[in-house]
C-alpha cells in the first residue's frame, strides 16, 4: 500500500485516505478518557487486533462529541525495550493508535500532537514515548489480506525518531492472520492471573479444548500443535520515539541516534501454509 495514503479502521477492517484530503481542525476537540471501560470498547470495537493493552492514560479525538478516535499509552512488554530506544524507563508506549474511517487524512498527526500534550499535563513524570510500526504485510489462511504493513508514515511525519527495531520473534498466527499474544500465551502456561480469560480466546480461535487436569504448559503445546495455527519468523517492527514533557531536549539526548527512515513495506513474510 502507498505510504501516501492514510490508515483508518473501522469495526476491525482497514481502509485508506488519501493524504492529499483537507482535514478540518476546528471540527474536532481532544480530551482525556477518564474511563478504562470508553476506551477498551473503542479500541476493541475497531482496531484490528480486538485487543486493549493495560493503559496508563486514555486520549480520544471527539467530532461534535461523538468518539471518533482513541490513543492508549500503555505499559510496555519489558522495561528493556523503553531503556533500549528512549534512554529512560520514564517513558510510555503508545500501544493503540485508532482513528474511524472517516476522519480525513492529515487528522491523526494532528491528533498525535495533541494526545502527547494531554499525556504530559496528565502524566508530567513521563519523559518520552515509544511506538511501533509493523512493516509486514500480513495475511489470513484463505490468502486474504488482514493487514497491509505500514512503516509509520505518520510517526515520521511527527518527527519521530526511529531508532531501529523491536526484537525479532517467532510468533504463532490464528486463521485471520492474528498473533496469539504472547503475554496471554505465558498466562495459561504459568497459571496467572487472567489465565481463564486468555485461554477462552485461545479455544475461540480454532484451540481444542482443554483435557481435565491437563496442566496448562502442556495445553498450550498441543494447542499449537493440533489447532489452526501457523508459525512465522519476524525481523522486529520498526521502533519510533518523542521526548514528552519537561526538559525534552535533555531527554531527546538520551535517545539513540537517529536511523534512515524505512519507506517500503515487507511483503509476503507471513504468507498462508500451501
Not at 495514503?5 to 485508506?16: D, E, K, M, V, Y
Not at 484530503?21 to 474511563?35: A, K
Request: contains cysteine; proline residues 7%; charged residues 25%.
Amino acid at each position: 500500500m502507498a505510504p501516501t495514503l492514510c490508515q483508518r479502521w473501522n469495526n476491525q477492517r482497514a481502509s485508506f485516505r488519501p493524504a492529499g484530503e483537507r482535514f478540518e481542525p476546528n471540527r474536532y476537540g481532544v480530551e482525556l478518557i477518564d474511563s478504562d471501560k470508553v476506551a477498551r470498547a473503542f479500541v476493541q470495537l475497531h482496531h484490528y487486533s480486538g485487543s486493549y493493552p493495560a493503559a496508563r492514560c486514555r486520549v480520544g479525538l471527539y467530532r461534535m462529541r461523538e468518539l471518533v478516535g482513541v490513543a492508549v499509552f500503555s505499559v510496555p512488554m519489558s522495561n528493556a525495550a523503553l531503556q533500549k530506544h528512549c534512554g529512560t524507563t520514564d517513558a510510555v508506549e503508545l500501544g493503540r493508535f485508532v482513528l474511524l474511517d472517516d476522519v480525513k487524512a492529515n487528522g491523526e498527526t494532528w491528533f498525535l500532537a495533541r494526545a502527547f500534550r494531554a499525556l504530559r499535563e496528565a502524566k508530567p513524570g513521563i519523559r518520552a514515548v515509544l511506538s511501533y510500526s509493523d512493516p509486514i504485510k500480513r495475511v489470513a489462511a484463505d490468502g486474504s489480506v488482514v493487514l497491509p504493513g505500514h512503516v509509520g508514515t505518520i510517526y515520521q511525519a511527527a518527527n519521530g525518531r526511529h531508532t531501529g527495531r523491536s526484537k525479532p520473534a517467532t510468533h504463532w498466527l490464528d486463521r485471520r492472520g492474528m498473533i496469539l499474544s504472547p503475554r496471554a500465551l505465558s498466562k495459561i502456561r504459568n497459571d496467572h492471573r487472567g489465565r481463564d480469560y486468555a485461554a477462552a480466546q485461545l479455544v475461540a480461535a480454532g484451540a481444542p479444548a482443554r483435557a481435565a487436569h491437563e496442566d496448562g504448559r502442556a495445553w498450550v503445546t498441543r494447542a499449537l500443535t493440533d489447532g489452526p495455527f501457523r508459525r512465522f519468523r519476524h525481523p522486529g517492527n520498526l521502533a519510533y520515539v518523542w521526548p514528552v514533557g519537561r526538559g525534552a531536549r535533555a531527554t531527546r539526548r538520551d535517545f539513540p541516534a537517529s536511523l534512515p527512515y524505512q519507506k517500503k513495506i515487507t511483503l509476503g513474510a507471513a504468507s498462508p501454509r500451501p
